[in-house]
């Protein structure tokens, strides 16, 4: 019998919450099984565990939600890998040039901010030196 698994089982090992959990299954990034009086028990196979593995690989990548499904899904399917893979490789290099470009507004930030420290050290240091030639001069 192959593993399954509760919703609080994979929210606690991928430390989530379960209604985090619940969101990705409205997305369509899951599909549990239902059992229990009425379906309200939520029984995830062990494709839901990959499938939810590799959406937290996704997100940490900077992929949104829909573009993580549209991944997932492609290598659901059991054709050519070549299209699915070129997707993949399409969408990284759209979010590297993100990242890229978001690292270089926070490197001329950093230069900006250590100017202005420059600055202000130097003017500290002016005040400190007046103040220092006063009390001499008493």
Known sequence: MATTYSISDLAR????????MRFYEDMGL????RSG???RNRVYSGRDRTRLK?????KR????????KEIIDMYDSPRDTGPQLQK?????AQHRRQVEEQMADLQANLDEVK???REAR???????????KKAHAA
């Open 88 to 92: 993949f490789l399409d969408v990284l």
């Open 54 to 58: 590799l959406t937290l690989r996704a």
């Open 30 to 33: 899951l599909q549990p099984e």
């Open 122 to 132: 130097a003017l500290l240091a002016k005040v400190a030196a007046k103040r220092g």
């Open 61 to 68: 990548l900077g992929l949104s939600l829909t573009e993580a």
């Open 13 to 20: 090992e991928f430390d989530l919450t379960t209604r985090a």
């Open 37 to 39: 009086p009425g379906g």
């Open 115 to 117: 100017a202005h420290q």
